[in-house]
C-alpha cells in the first residue's frame, strides 16, 4: 500500500556481514511527495538499508529501482547522482565552517570566465543561495556568518536538512533527525521535513521516536531482523501496535510494502 506513485523501489535486498544476514530480502517503497517513516528494534537492519541506498554499502543481491528505472547504486556519487541525499544523525558538518560554506561543502559554486579557471569560489552567490534556500524552507538560521560549530543543536540539523533539500532532486534519506534535539527543536525538525515535502521532495526518515514518525509521516514501514514486515498508513495505527509490530508480538501485516 503505497499512497502516491512509486520513487524509490527497493526489491529483495540482500546484505550479509560474515555470519550476520544484516538484510534478508528487505522491500520498501517510497512514494513521490511521500513522507515515509522506516522504524525498527536496534539490529533490525534500517541502517544497512540506508546504506545500501545511499551507495555507501551497496546489497550483495536485490534490486533497486527510481522512479521505474534499474539503478546501480555502487557508490554515493551514484546515489547522488539519482538525486538522493542522506542527513546523517552526526550531521556530517564542518564545524569551523559557516552555515553558506557548509551548505556548499564539496561542491562549491566557481566564479565565471578567468576566475573559474583560477579556482575562485563565488561567495556571492552562494550566500544568495544559501539565503534562498532557508527563506524558503523557512528556516531561520541566526548569522550566515557564525561557525556552525557554535549553533545551538536545532539550527545545525536546519543547515543539514537545508543542504540536503537544496542538493537532492528526489529524496532526502534522514537519520535519527532528532535523536539529539529537545522536545521544541524536534517540533521544528517536524515542521521542516513537512515543508521539503512541499517543495516536491520525498523523505525516508529512520527513527526510533515513534510518536514523532506517527505524527510527521504518512506511512510508517516497520522492519523485523532484516525484513520489512509492515508498512501501515500512520493514521491506522498507534505506538503499541508499532511496538508489537517490532517485536514480532503479533502476526505480521503482510500487505504490499
Ligand atoms: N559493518 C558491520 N559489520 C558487521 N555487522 C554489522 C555491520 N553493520 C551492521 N551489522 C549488523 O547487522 C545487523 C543490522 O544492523 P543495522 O545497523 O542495520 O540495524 P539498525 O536497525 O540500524 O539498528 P539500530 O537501530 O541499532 O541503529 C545487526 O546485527 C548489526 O550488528
Redesign the pocket.
Known amino acids: 500500500m503505497i499512497l502516491t506513485e512509486p520513487l524509490l523501489e527497493v526489491r529483495d535486498l540482500e546484505?550479509t556481514?560474515?555470519h550476520?544476514?544484516?538484510?534478508r530480502g528487505a522491500s520498501l517503497t517510497v512514494g513521490k511527495h511521500e513522507i515515509v517513516g522506516l522504524v525498527?528494534?536496534?539490529?533490525?537492519?534500517?541502517?544497512?538499508?540506508?546504506?545500501a541506498i545511499s551507495g555507501v554499502?551497496p546489497a550483495d543481491s536485490g534490486q533497486i529501482y527510481v522512479e521505474g528505472a534499474p539503478a546501480t547504486l555502487g557508490s554515493p556519487a551514484a546515489s547522488r547522482d539519482l538525486g538522493i541525499e542522506v542527513v546523517y544523525q552526526d550531521l556530517a558538518l564542518a564545524s569551523h565552517l559557516d552555515s553558506v560554506e557548509n551548505l556548499f561543502l564539496g561542491r562549491q559554486l566557481r566564479r565565471g570566465g578567468v576566475l573559474r579557471a583560477l579556482g575562485f569560489v563565488d561567495r556571492a552567490e552562494m550566500r544568495r543561495v544559501a539565503t534562498e534556500t532557508f527563506v524558503t524552507l523557512k528556516m531561520t538560521v541566526k548569522d550566515l556568518s557564525t561557525p556552525v560549530g557554535d549553533l545551538s543543536g536545532g539550527q545545525r540539523q536546519a543547515v543539514a536538512v537545508a543542504r540536503a533539500a537544496h542538493w537532492a532532486e528526489r529524496l532526502i534519506i534522514m537519520d535519527?533527525p532528532t535523536a539529539a534535539l529537545g522536545p521544541v527543536q524536534t517540533e521544528q525538525v517536524g515542521k521542516m521535513i513537512r515543508r521539503v515535502r512541499e517543495h516536491g521532495l520525498s523523505v525516508l526518515v529512520?527513527s526510533?521516536d515513534l510518536p514523532q514518525v506517527l505524527d510527521i509521516c504518512d506511512r510508517v514501514v516497520v522492519?523485523r531482523h532484516?525484513l520489512a514486515v509492515a508498512s501501515v498508513a500512520s493514521g491506522d495505527i498507534g505506538v503499541r501496535d508499532l511496538v508489537d509490530l517490532m517485536s514480532g508480538a503479533e502476526a505480521a501485516d503482510e500487505e504490499e510494502l
Open positions: 546484505v556481514f560474515g550476520i544476514q544484516a538484510l525498527g528494534d536496534n539490529g533490525a537492519g534500517k541502517s544497512t538499508l540506508v546504506k554499502r535519527e529512520v526510533h522492519f532484516g
